[in-house]
């Protein structure tokens, strides 16, 4: 297939997609309203406003694949409902027109709380809040005629992944010494997706048609708990394991009852206070591919968060 790839947004995910395609010999356009992206000889980075047709068209010329990596502008159901479906369906309709597959990172909000490990043929019939939200756009793609995969993650960890929960108020607070205060329960089980393992899978099933038109899992190791993941992360910087502590989840719903932003992060709170596993043994037999060890995601992210952090070296 033609070489070009166009990636939209400089997000972790973006980044790393770009850069994954980039070191493999493709040429890509990454497409954010800054500019801003990885340098790289071969990847061309542009100014664009995605969700203008007209401006986004010609910014996909001669691309074979479309990975749309751009999240909502604020983590809150109302917002994620007036961005993301105008703008998937922008990217969907334009990529339909020149051929290209549209490949989406997606979450496992869909399928709500489980009753057990999450497969990729478990039901995706959540409906309210940002859960909701997630699932329209899951059914907006199937529906669209455009070719389409979803590949689903669980909460991120790796390079680049400066807000999520295992992103900054983990990893450079865990190369200070300080306590680490998680969401939930510590001992919870939680299935937890090493970002390029993600990038490898969406880059994987763009080039592979069989796959398209499918909700994939990305590669995600075994599930741990949050206590066993700060442990990993001090292991890997040669330090003690710090404290951990929990942010009780009564007080969080409290505060959430008056105070928004907290109420967005409560409705998710479910995830983190009992078993919330992922199983991506099914997409890693198809698309031959498996996660990173915990040890050496570990390892990477550690360094990462050293040389953007010099007071957590």
Not at 26 to 50: F, K, N, Y
Not at 243 to 272: C, K
């Amino acid at each position: 297939m033609p070489k070009l790839q166009v990636v939209t947004g400089a997000g972790p995910v973006g980044r790393t997609v770009a850069q994954q395609l980039a070191d493999a010999g493709h040429d890509v356009r990454i497409l954010t309203r800054s500019g801003s992206g990885p340098e790289h000889p071969r990847i061309e980075r542009r100014r664009v406003d995605i969700s203008d047709p007209a401006a986004l068209a010609p910014a996909l010329a001669g691309a074979s694949a479309v990975f749309h990596c751009i999240h909502g502008s604020a983590y809150d159901a109302r917002v994620w409902a007036r961005e993301l479906p105008a703008a998937e369906q922008v990217v969907m309709d334009a990529a339909r027109r020149i051929g290209a597959v549209a490949v989406f990172p997606e979450s496992l909000y869909s399928y709500g709380r489980p009753d057990g490990p999450m497969t990729e043929d478990s039901p995706r019939t959540a409906a309210t809040g940002k859960l909701g939200v997630r699932t329209r756009l899951l059914a907006a793609r199937a529906a669209h005629p455009a070719d389409t995969v979803s590949v689903v993650a669980s909460d991120f960890f790796g390079p680049h992944a400066r807000t999520a929960h295992a992103g900054e108020r983990m990893v450079p607070n865990i190369l200070r010494g300080r306590t680490i205060r998680v969401l939930g329960r510590a001992d919870a089980v939680h299935s937890f997706t090493y970002v390029p393992d993600l990038a490898a899978a969406m880059i994987t099933a763009a080039h592979d048609p069989s796959r398209w038109n499918s909700v994939l899992h990305a590669p995600t190791g075994p599930a741990v708990t949050q206590r066993q993941l700060v442990a990993a992360f001090a292991e890997a910087a040669g330090i003690p394991a710090p404290t951990v502590g929990t942010i009780p989840g009564p007080l969080l719903r409290a505060v959430g009852a008056v105070h928004r932003p907290t109420r967005e992060l409560a409705e998710t709170l479910y995830q983190f206070e009992a078993p919330y596993v992922m199983d991506s043994s099914r997409s890693e037999h198809l698309l031959g591919l498996t996660a990173t060890p915990l040890d050496e995601a570990a390892a990477t992210t550690v360094r990462w968060w050293r040389s953007e952090v010099p007071a957590a070296r």
